[in-house]
C-alpha cells in the first residue's frame, strides 16, 4: 500500500476567487481506518474553506489526542497546526487567539477528548466564548485503545464486544447550548450536502461555534447494537431544516421545498438560509432549541442541522477589551511607552 499521495491533478480543475483549486488546500493522506466518518468530515473542511475562499496560511488548526485529532494532518497543509496534550487543545487554542486575533481557529477533537478528560476545558472555552470553530468528531467509543465506550456512548448501546453501557450518554451538542454556546450545530459524517453549509457558516460566526458530528467508528463501534452506526444513524436522523450559507452580496440559486423559510443575518453581510422542517423550533431561541433536542431524544431520534445561533454575540477579544491589532504584531514602541507612562499608572494604584 502506498502512503504517497500523487501530485499530478487534472489541470482543468476549477478554481475559487483567490486563484486555488480544491487540491491546494488537502493535506496528508489519511492512515485512519478505510471507511472512517473522520475522514468525510476532513473532506468537509477541505470543501469549505475552498468555497469560503479562505488563504490557508491565515487558518491555524489545534487538536488533541485521539482519531480525530490526526486529523489536522489531512487537511490545509498550507496552515498553521499545533496537536496539544489530551483535552487540553482549548487552552492552546485560547492563548494562540490571544496572541494573533486575525487568524481563523480550527480546534478539532473527539468524544474522549472533548467529553472526559478534556470536560472542564471545554466547559471554561464555551464560556469564554472564543472566537473559534469547534468540532467534535463523535463516534461513542476510544478508538485508539481497541474500541471502549466513551462518555457519549447512549445508554443500552452495545459496543463490538457485546458489553451494554449502563450509564447516560453526555449529549455534547445539548450541553453546549446550555454552557451559552453561541453556535451549536449537530451533523453526521455521512452527510457532506449539510456538513459543508454548516462549517462556512460557524467560520463565519464571530463567536465560538461548535458543531457535534456523528463519525461512526468502522472497526469497533459500526455494529448492530450501536446507536453511533452507519445504519443506526440513517434510520434515525432527522434535519431541523434544509440549509444554504449564502456568502455577502452573493446571488441566492439555491431552491428550497415548500415550507417556512428563514434568514438569518450574520455580522459581515453573509448570511444562513433555512428551510424549516423541525415543528416548533426557533433556531434564535435556546429554549426553543432545548426542546427541540429533548423531543428528538424521547423519539429515539438524532436532530442535525443547525440548533441554535445568536448573531448578535461579542467573542472573548471583547470581553476582554484586547488591542484591535494582533498582539504578536505589537513593536518596542508600544510595549514599552516609556518610564513617564509607567509612572503615572502607578500614580493611578496610590
Known amino acids: 500500500m502506498s502512503y504517497i499521495r500523487p501530485k499530478f491533478r487534472h489541470p482543468e480543475l476549477p478554481k475559487n476567487k483567490l486563484g486555488y483549486s480544491v487540491d491546494f488546500y488537502e493535506g496528508a493522506l489519511s492512515t485512519l481506518c478505510a471507511g472512517c466518518g473522520h475522514d468525510s468530515i476532513s473532506a468537509g473542511v477541505i470543501q469549505a474553506c475552498y468555497e469560503s475562499n479562505i488563504e490557508p496560511h491565515r487558518v491555524a488548526k489545534l487538536s488533541g489526542i485521539g482519531c480525530s485529532s490526526k486529523t489536522p494532518a489531512y487537511f ?12 487540553r487543545m482549548p487552552s492552546v487554542a485560547t492563548g494562540a487567539s490571544l496572541a494573533n486575533r486575525d487568524l481563523i481557529y ?6 474522549g477528548d472533548s467529553a472526559s478528560i478534556g470536560m472542564g476545558q471545554f466547559v471554561h472555552v464555551v464560556r469564554r466564548n472564543l472566537n473559534m470553530v469547534y468540532i467534535v468528531m463523535n463516534n461513542g467509543c476510544y478508538g485508539l485503545t481497541k474500541g471502549q465506550d466513551s462518555a457519549t456512548a447512549d445508554n443500552g448501546s452495545k459496543n463490538k464486544s457485546g458489553n451494554v453501557n449502563l450509564f447516560e450518554a453526555i449529549d455534547m451538542a445539548s450541553l453546549a447550548i446550555e454552557l ?18 454548516l462549517i462556512k457558516a460557524a467560520i463565519k460566526h464571530p463567536g465560538f461555534a461548535f458543531i457535534n458530528v456523528i463519525s461512526p ?12 452506526s452507519y445504519d443506526y444513524v440513517r434510520q434515525h436522523v432527522e434535519a431541523t431544516s434544509t440549509i444554504d450559507f449564502v456568502p455577502e452580496m452573493a446571488e441566492i440559486t439555491t431552491s428550497y421545498e415548500a415550507g417556512t423559510s428563514k434568514k438569518i443575518k450574520m455580522h ?14 426557533d433556531p434564535m431561541d435556546r429554549s426553543s432549541a432545548v426542546n427541540a433536542m429533548l423531543r428528538a431524544k424521547a423519539k429515539g431520534e438524532l436532530l442535525t442541522g443547525l440548533l441554535y445561533m445568536n448573531p448578535d454575540t461579542q467573542d472573548l477579544h471583547h470581553t476582554l477589551n484586547t488591542s484591535d491589532v494582533p498582539l504578536n504584531t505589537l513593536t518596542k514602541k508600544e510595549l514599552c511607552p516609556g518610564s513617564k507612562t509607567l509612572a503615572d499608572i502607578n500614580a493611578e494604584y496610590r
Open 76 to 87: 490545509l497543509s498550507n496552515s498553521h497546526g499545533f496537536n496539544s496534550v489530551h483535552g
Open 106 to 111: 480550527f480546534g478539532v477533537s473527539g468524544d
Open 180 to 197: 451559552g454556546a453561541t453556535f451549536v450545530a449537530q451533523s453526521f459524517s455521512g452527510d457532506k450536502a449539510q456538513l459543508v453549509p
Open 217 to 228: 467508528c468502522v472497526t469497533f463501534n459500526n455494529n448492530v447494537g450501536s446507536t453511533k
Open 268 to 281: 459581515d453581510g453573509s448570511s444562513i438560509q433555512l428551510s424549516k422542517l423541525e415543528k416548533d423550533w
